[in-house]
Each structure stands twice: as C-alpha cells, then as structure tokens.
C-alpha cells in the first residue's frame, strides 16, 4: 500500500471516491439535484483535501454554505452523509495507508458528522 504523500495522491483519490458516488445512493445530489460541473467541482476538491490533509492554503471557500442551497432543495440526511463517509473510507483504505489516510478518515468522519448536523438544523428552522 502506498502512503498518502502529495498532491497527485490526492487527485487520485478524489477521482476515484467521486467515480464511486456518481454510482451509489447519493449520486443524485451531485447529478441531479446540484448538477455538479464536474471540471470545475473536482479541482475545488483537490484544493480542499490538500488544505486539510497537507496544510498548503490551496482551498478558498466555504463548503459548509455550499450545501445549504443543496439541502434546502432536497434533504441532505445524515443517512447520505453517512453514505459519504463510508465510500470515502473505503476508498482511501482501498488506495492508502499510514497516517495522513488514516487523517483523511478522520478529517471527513469530523466534517460529516458536522454537515449532518448543521443540514437537520437548517431544515428545522426553514
């Protein structure tokens, strides 16, 4: 297994959980309900991971209220999220191992968990 070490580590692994989720559950938020461009998406998220994962201060943007407009059309539910955490496990533990895998893990149970969260309570007071 090879270590998560670098940015075309990064793109690899973004591409191929985004490849995964365009065929699973929550597939149709990004197709269907966001209509995700997915040129411009996929860079977006090689900044973000590389930001969290590497600490470069590539990303610049708020992802939490990228996801509001999203949830207010269609429910994002804890369920989906937990969808999401779930490939994105699978997919790094797939490709990668050793400590900065183990923190992308990490990093998106934490953001999950989080959007979970802040999704239900948007809903709750809309």
Do not use: C
């Not at 793109?11 to 597939?27: H, M, P, R």
């Not at 790094?92 to 992308?104: R, S, W």
């Amino acid at each position: 297994m090879k270590q998560l070490e670098n940015r075309d580590d990064i793109v690899f692994l973004v591409n191929a959980f985004y490849k995964k989720v365009e065929q699973s559950s929550i597939g149709f938020f990004f197709n269907d309900v966001a209509k995700i461009d997915w040129g411009h998406h996929l860079p977006k998220m090689y900044d973000f991971w590389t930001t969290l994962l590497f600490g470069e201060v590539a990303y610049k943007g708020n992802p939490m209220a990228a996801h509001f407009p999203i949830n207010s059309m269609v429910a994002m539910e804890k369920s989906h999220f937990e969808t999401w955490i779930k490939i994105w496990t699978e997919t790094v533990m797939e490709h990668f191992d050793g400590e900065v895998a183990e923190l992308a893990v990490y990093k998106a149970n934490n953001i999950a968990l989080l959007m979970g969260h802040r999704m239900e309570i948007a809903r709750r007071l809309s």
